[in-house]
């Protein structure tokens, strides 16, 4: 009989600065006592904005109505499901959860996957189980086994592996290797919420967005200097690397979750650098008239080589792009925004071109790049600014364990806590390695200037644009315009799923007048005015229905009880789940 496994992520808390006591590890006092875990009291092992498992989805952090979704960590579900051995998946667990559910198992392997900001919790984690359970046999993998500290655990677990898990475990447990890979059906966000208001799937698939996890391969061809995935795989790393391959996935996974019209978020770090492999996928969009939708991460190199439409053809509905900064630096790879023909890129254009086209463009700027002073910086803010996209996303240069950036950094002595270079320096430092705070000493900028810039850009980008429902149903209208009467059958199905979520989203647009839900007279006009829109152009009205206004008083009534307090609430996970995976590809959520 082949052992049994348990694959887990780290534990909560998530998004807290408050130290650790029992209530929060989900033990008693006596349980602490009994497992030696007295010195854990009083520790920080998370960060309020480097918690992995609930995310503000709204990358403008100023958005005082956020969208929350409760993120899984794919990975042990994704070895788990290409595994013959049956396997428990769990996520979200306190450390007491886990504790017990590893007693209700009783496990061989334990498998703990996380980043770089999670060490302390896993150190926590090691110690708790190799007490409880001196038996059973841990292995550490994900991003987070390149730390240094990581050598202190190297006499107690049974591996720490920078392997991809799958062919870890086949291998360990005698399975075949040959096996192709599947993607697990897989919701990213199982809970939700909109406003304060739970959102459940229904009313997700109402809005087009209920996004599946579908993982087609790992890292990246760039290995750009501070990029801290593909230089953990020295590269890209394919799973399912033809185009036949990857949209038999997808059509799988949509018949799993009984989803005709899914959005899939592609696990890749430049999806469109795959060109061969992508047109495949469209070809097989128009045969079958598939019209899925994909959100996906990509170079602006890797978009210029395809054409608007064929992009949209492709399913592209929301795209990721990284600008990091107006002006060159070491930390650059300059490939990225060079096209294929030798020309540099032009941002603005390539956003808008997007944007008329029906894709939402989310744009990530860093900060605190080596070789950019403060005013290098602020002009970097105002340059994404300017780019008017969907979305942004604002963090701090932060180099990671593994990186050639964070190699010289250490070497050159310019990190602010050079003890988190050394395998006896204190753990603890690593969750403050967020993205959000600064941990380089640059020339021309200190770190209170950085701090200050990743929380005006936010508040800048949110008075700018407002919330992220509103940016993404313009663009939605802006692609039905563009395509509403195109010959091409294709992009008419796919401008009229854009018409549907620009209807849906209508009663939104109404309870967005209501003042008490954060929005300045500018951005309660921006979102009246697209409403209006909406009814003349995509419905041929001449106002909102009854059932618009009605939904619209709902979601004012429910937003309005929404408090800090509330919002705290949504935005931890607040229990455990726990999948189970009874034998090769079997999978049941509990």
Not at 206 to 222: E, S, Y
């Amino acid at each position: 009989m082949a052992p049994r496994l348990l694959l887990c992520g780290a534990i909560r808390p998530y998004g807290t600065d408050a130290p650790l006591d029992e209530r929060q590890l989900g033990l008693g006092r006596r349980e602490v006592e009994r497992l030696g875990l007295r010195a854990w009291l009083g520790r920080r092992v998370t960060s309020a904005e480097a918690h992995t498992n609930a995310i503000l989805s709204n990358f403008a952090r100023g958005d005082p109505q956020p969208i929350v979704l409760h993120t899984r960590n794919p990975g042990p579900a994704f070895i788990a499901y290409n595994l013959a051995a049956d396997a428990t998946v769990a996520e979200w667990l306190s450390l007491g959860e886990l504790l017990r559910l590893i007693a209700a198992e009783r496990p061989a392997f334990v498998g703990i996957s996380s980043l770089t900001q999670e060490f302390p919790k896993v150190e926590l984690m090691v110690t708790a189980i190799r007490s409880a359970f001196p038996d059973v046999r841990i292995v550490l993998g994900g991003y987070g086994v390149v730390t240094p500290q990581i050598e202190r655990l190297a006499g107690q677990v049974f591996a720490v592996t920078r392997e991809e898990g799958v062919a870890f475990f086949r291998r360990l447990l005698g399975e075949d290797q040959a096996r192709p890979y599947r993607n697990p059906p897989l919701r990213i966000s199982p809970r939700m919420s909109l406003l304060g208001i739970p959102l459940p799937v229904p009313l997700r698939r109402l809005l087009h967005f209920d996004p599946v996890f579908t993982a087609l391969g790992l890292g990246c061809r760039m290995r750009c200097r501070f990029c801290a995935t593909s230089n953990y795989w020295e590269g890209y790393r394919p799973l399912l690397p033809s185009g036949r391959e990857a949209y038999a996935s997808m059509r799988e996974l949509a018949r799993a979750l009984g989803s005709p019209q899914p959005f899939f978020w592609v696990n890749e770090d430049d999806f469109l650098d795959h060109h061969e492999r992508n047109v495949e996928i469209l070809r097989l969009n128009e045969r079958h008239g598939t019209t899925a939708a994909i959100g996906c991460f990509s170079s602006a190199r890797a978009i210029q080589e395809y054409a608007p439409e064929d992009l949209v053809k492709l399913g592209v509905d929301t795209v990721f792009v990284s600008l990091e900064s107006t002006r060159p630096s070491a930390v650059y790879n300059p490939r990225k925004k060079i096209d294929g023909r030798g020309r540099s890129i032009d941002f603005a254009a390539l956003v808008a071109t997007l944007q008329e086209h029906g894709v939402s463009v989310f744009v990530s700027t860093m900060f605190g790049l080596p070789g950019n002073d403060f005013a290098d910086n602020l002009a970097d803010m105002e340059h994404a600014l300017a780019l008017a996209p969907t979305a942004w996303q604002w963090s701090v240069m932060t180099p990671y364990p593994g990186t050639p950036l964070y190699e010289e950094l250490a070497r050159t002595g310019r990190l602010l806590h050079p003890e988190v270079a050394r395998p006896d320096g204190d753990g603890g430092r690593w969750v403050e390695f967020d993205g959000m705070t600064p941990q380089v000493r640059l020339e021309g900028v200190v770190p209170e200037q950085l701090s200050w810039l990743i929380r005006e850009a936010p508040r800048r980008a949110y008075l700018q644009g407002g919330p992220t429902l509103l940016g993404r149903v313009g663009v939605a209208l802006r692609g039905w315009r563009t395509f509403r009467r195109t010959g091409d059958s294709l992009l008419r199905a796919l401008a009229a799923r854009r018409a549907e979520l620009c209807s849906r989203a209508l009663p939104l647009l109404l309870a967005y007048q209501d003042r008490e839900l954060g929005l300045d007279a500018s951005l309660r006009e921006q979102a009246l005015d697209l409403g209006r829109r909406i009814v003349v152009e995509v419905r041929g009205a001449r106002r909102p229905t009854l059932v618009d206004r009605a939904a619209a008083e709902i979601i004012r009534l429910c937003a309005r009880r929404q408090d800090d307090a509330r919002l705290r609430a949504a935005l931890s996970p607040g229990r455990g789940v726990v999948n189970r995976s009874r034998g090769p590809w079997q999978w049941s959520e509990s």
